[in-house]
């Protein structure tokens, strides 16, 4: 059974920095593709980046040059280091498997995890 | 980037009525479109791929449909277990961008 597990969130000042985890479960994690995905307090969904088996990452305008993805296939494990945080990057941070198509698509998230930006 | 826009934002609906959510893209995404729901406090599940493609363990009372810039999601007879938020997502190209959402409540 294919599991995803986040951590990492918390309360944090803006200008801070925190790192994002997810463990994963139930299939072979260096064959696929792995993205992050967040959801603002009562707001929808919004990409924030990507990154591919061969390790090409992609990232949403809104968090490029402060957010970097990374992945450690050893560790079945997919990061996010956010930096230079503000209000705005407030959310739940969902880690997401890519399917088996190899484009896009979403088909297994974690439970996701908050981060919470303010003085 | 491609914008996606659902309507409508949000709809009342009584359990066994059918149900149509659209989709539209800014511009033209083949049959790059995917369906999600989400429950409060739970993350997104996946419903249907590639425009038309039930995810494995969806019902089947779930359908889509559409190539290019419009797309539809249809429940044909709705259940309790249905009212949830639903977003259309594609998968064309990054930036990868979801529509707004449309939440679907019981009337």
């Known amino acids: 059974e294919v599991q995803l597990v986040e951590s990492g969130g918390g309360l944090v000042q803006p200008g801070g920095s925190l790192r994002l985890s997810c463990a994963a479960f139930g299939f072979t994690f260096s064959t696929y593709a792995m993205s992050w995905v967040r959801q603002a307090p009562g707001k929808g969904l919004e990409w924030v980046s990507a990154?591919?088996?061969?390790?090409?990452?992609y990232y949403a305008d809104s968090v490029k040059g402060r957010f970097t993805v990374s992945r450690d296939n050893s560790k079945s494990t997919l990061y996010l280091q956010i930096n230079s945080l503000r209000a705005e990057d407030t959310a739940v941070y969902y880690c997401a498997k890519y399917g088996s198509l190899a484009v896009a698509l979403f088909d297994h998230w974690g439970q996701g995890t908050l981060v919470t930006v303010s003085s | 980037d491609i914008q996606m826009t659902q309507s409508p934002s949000s709809v009342s609906a009584s359990v066994g009525d059918r149900v149509t959510i659209t989709c539209r893209a800014s511009q033209g995404i083949s049959s790059w479109l995917v369906w999600y729901q989400q429950k409060p406090g739970k993350a997104p599940k996946l419903l249907i791929y590639?425009?038309?493609s039930l995810q494995s363990g969806v019902p089947s009372r779930f359908s889509g449909s559409g190539s290019g810039t419009d797309f539809t999601l249809t429940i044909s007879s709705l259940q309790p277990e249905d009212f949830a938020t639903y977003y259309c997502?594609?998968?064309?190209?990054?930036?990868?961008?979801f529509g707004q959402g449309t939440k679907l409540e019981i009337k």
């Open positions: 997502q594609q998968a064309n190209s990054f930036p990868v961008t």
């Open positions: 990154i591919h088996s061969d390790g090409s990452a």
């Open positions: 590639a425009a038309s």
